[in-house]
């Protein structure tokens, strides 16, 4: 299993512009993006045993970050 952390400019390198100026223009993948990032962060320091939890926990964490990532990816082929 790897513990690298899913940053979004990773996941989409050639939407990183797309990105930025989807951020500064439309408040909803703003918001998006800021709760991918967030709980991204959640799920890394879960993997890394930083902040330990449950199996179940990190399972529900993991979806949550794939919908959100699910969702940020059809904004970015829509704009």
Same mark, same amino acid.
């Given at each position: ?18 990105? !930025? ?15 991918? !990032? ?42």
């Amino acid at each position: 299993m790897s513990h690298t952390p899913h940053e979004l400019a990773e996941e989409f390198p050639a939407d990183v512009e797309k990105m !930025h100026a989807l951020k500064q223009s439309d408040a909803h993948f703003a918001r998006l993006f800021d709760d991918y !990032h967030d709980i991204n962060g959640q799920v890394h320091r879960a993997e890394t045993d930083v902040e330990p939890t449950s199996d179940d926990h990190l399972t529900e964490m993991r979806k949550t970050r794939l919908a959100l990532k699910d969702e940020i990816a059809a904004m970015l082929r829509s704009a």
